[in-house]
């Protein structure tokens, strides 16, 4: 199915059925002027910061965002300018949109209608769609995050415009077991996803993404074809908001989540330990992110729990408390009575023991070492050295810290047994002792063995979890640098890099320029065409500055369909011709559609490192004003 058969839903009559609905929600303030403000071709960051500044609540917000490790921030952000540079102005709007839903609609009339759930689940919505996108790379993950925060909106408005009416829908719904959608039908003549693909496309986001809401929760409906853009956003979002179905749920309601949420993972062959540490990142992001946006979440166990207890079993295995084989104990009896060490060495293998014996300090304190000991037990009899010589250095090994120590004797003075302790013994017992009540010590010993085994194997999982979260991070560094539509690296590679090369020149003076490149018109292309036939655009353009470029220079798309090239050891003239002959490649490109060309042409401004530029954001902000120049002159 094409994108244009996906869109079908949107029939006239609903948009009619959409402006006759009053009270829906809808931004407020700064968030719809930006909506406005966006329909303008050459909106500047300037501008949209003026908008975004009238509203104090919305600039913490996105600073605090801008600055948050999801974001991935490169270096604190203190003003709005700085924060629509970071998080992109597309992004920002969205945000902007989401922010203003929250803070308007966090209560209602409907008594039904759960609404810090809702606002729960729509946040793990779009955090799972902004994680899960970084790794199906099928849109730009804050896009997603946006998108899955507002799929649900139709449930919402649905609850504002008809909160009696929702109320009894809502009840009806949960006591028949009857499809939600039916029963929306039936009661409002439109259902909450046709609601909420025509709420999404009256605020202008993407047809593509308007499809995706509308499917999502039946996405083998849509027909998509793997490998389109649709199959890829369509299914990352029945991924997700299966996995913020599981945030949200009860916990005796979890296990029977668990086999959408896999079934919709196996679209991008994702299975086993890495969907389920993709879960664990959902998880804590949400939990973040709950926090930064006063909205409730929940403690959520490991996914690897999760997916054990939700596996079949047959029908005949028996369910029972989970048993793990423990190895046998290990003792090392240091002794030179014979008599004595028979007859403790019999209590010590009733009791599940396994022993060594060793006739020396020296003898002893290499068994020990080798690792294969767990319980110490010495003669008070031996000579000092033999018997607590060893110890402090013992004690000083990782091995040796974890080992109890028994002691045994005929009769100590005070003196004798502070000796004793202080030389890393743990226990001291008389030699003269029953088997019951050796038996009984013996019994507290295995305790803080077994204590000691579980600290062993956690610190062992803590390693390999390291192990595996710094491959995690590797790949999620290498997603978060690289725009997904390009391939060029994204606006966070470039400032960092920008950075790096502007620290350069510093040391060395060489010269440091950049350009800021701006499609003419590409507004008008995404609104005639189509946004598929807008990406091929961009990918083609992006292609051809890349092959038009020298080796030294540095492409990143900045935003939407804005380029900066950094070019290292650049005079302004040398950047001006460089400039001029990706001017010229780019005007002889040309797209054939329904028998009419499209072209295209590009603004650009150039900026090179001065006095007057004290610092990379200033050389940004002097390109920026060079490419405003040009489209001011005629593009």
């Not at 509203?55 to 709005?80: E, T, W, Y």
């Not at 913020?244 to 086999?259: E, I, K, W």
Request: net charge negative; with cysteine; proline share 4%.
């Amino acid at each position: 199915m094409t994108l244009k058969q996906a869109i079908s839903f949107l029939r006239p009559e609903v948009f009619r059925r959409l402006e006759s609905m009053t009270g829906l929600p809808s931004p407020k303030g700064a968030a719809l002027a930006l909506l406005r403000l966006a329909q303008k071709d050459d909106v500047t960051v300037a501008e949209m910061a003026r908008v975004i500044q009238t509203d104090p609540a919305l600039v913490g917000r996105l600073i605090k965002v801008a600055n948050s490790a999801q974001m991935g921030a490169h270096r604190p952000v203190a003003a709005v300018p700085d924060a629509l540079v970071v998080l992109g102005m597309r992004t920002v709007r969205y945000l902007a949109l989401g922010f203003s839903l929250i803070s308007e609609h966090r209560h209602g009339g409907c008594t039904a209608f759960d609404y810090a759930r809702y606002w729960s689940h729509s946040l793990a919505f779009g955090v799972a769609a902004r994680v899960f996108a970084n790794e199906t790379r099928c849109a730009p993950a804050e896009e997603m995050f946006s998108l899955g925060l507002l799929a649900r909106i139709g449930e919402l408005a649905l609850a504002t415009v008809h909160p009696d009416r929702y109320a009894d829908v809502l009840r009806a719904a949960k006591e028949s077991g009857k499809l939600l959608v039916e029963l929306e039908s039936e009661a409002f003549a439109l259902n909450h996803r046709e609601l909420s693909a025509a709420m999404l496309s009256e605020w202008g986001l993407p047809e593509l993404f308007v499809a995706s809401v509308f499917y999502h929760e039946r996405p083998e409906e849509a027909g998509a074809e793997p490998g389109t853009r649709l199959f890829g956003t369509l299914w990352t979002l029945a991924l997700a908001r299966h996995i913020a179905d599981v945030c949200v749920a009860a916990a005796s309601d979890r296990a029977q989540s668990m086999a959408p949420l896999r079934l919709a993972a196996a679209q991008f062959s994702l299975t086993g330990q890495a969907l389920e540490a993709l879960c664990d990142q959902v998880v804590r992001e949400w939990q973040a992110w709950a926090a930064l946006l006063s909205v409730d979440s929940q403690q959520v166990p490991p996914f690897a729990e999760l997916s054990e207890s939700s596996k079949p079993r047959a029908a005949d295995e028996p369910v029972l408390p989970e048993q793990v084989a423990e190895p046998p104990f290990r003792a090392l009896m240091l002794t030179a009575e014979d008599r004595w060490a028979d007859t403790l060495g019999a209590w010590l293998r009733e009791a599940g023991f396994v022993l060594q014996r060793a006739s020396s300090g020296e003898q002893a304190l290499a068994l020990a070492l080798d690792g294969q000991v767990e319980l110490l037990i010495l003669d008070a009899a031996l000579p000092a050295t033999d018997c607590c010589g060893f110890l402090p250095s013992l004690r000083q090994t990782r091995i040796g810290r974890g080992l109890y120590i028994l002691l045994l004797a005929d009769a100590l003075e005070e003196a004798s047994l502070v000796r004793f302790y202080e030389s890393g013994v743990d226990e001291a017992l008389p030699k003269e002792i029953s088997s019951r009540v050796f038996q009984a010590r013996l019994r507290a010993a295995k305790r803080l063995i077994l204590l000691q085994r579980e600290v062993e194997r956690d610190r062992e999982e803590i390693r390999r979890f390291a192990a595996e979260l710094a491959v995690a991070n590797r790949r999620l560094q290498q997603a978060a640098m690289t725009d997904v539509l390009t391939g060029l690296p994204n606006r966070r590679y470039a400032l960092q890099r920008f950075e790096q090369e502007w620290r350069a020149a510093s040391r060395t003076g060489a010269a440091l320029s950049c350009m800021l490149i701006d499609l003419d018109y590409f507004k008008t292309i995404n609104d005639t065409w189509g946004h598929e036939v807008g990406d091929l655009v961009l990918r083609d353009i992006a292609q051809t500055m890349r092959k038009n470029l020298r080796a030294r220079d540095i492409l990143c798309r900045y935003a939407g369909d804005e380029f900066l090239v950094i070019s290292p050891e650049t005079s302004l003239s040398e950047a001006v011709r460089c400039a001029e002959r990706i001017r010229r490649a780019i005007a002889d490109l040309s797209w054939e559609r329904e028998g009419k060309v499209i072209t295209c042409s590009i603004s650009v401004g150039i900026a090179s490192r001065s006095q007057a530029t004290p610092d990379v954001d200033s050389l940004i902000r002097e390109a920026d004003r060079g490419a405003y120049e040009a489209k001011a002159r005629g593009r």
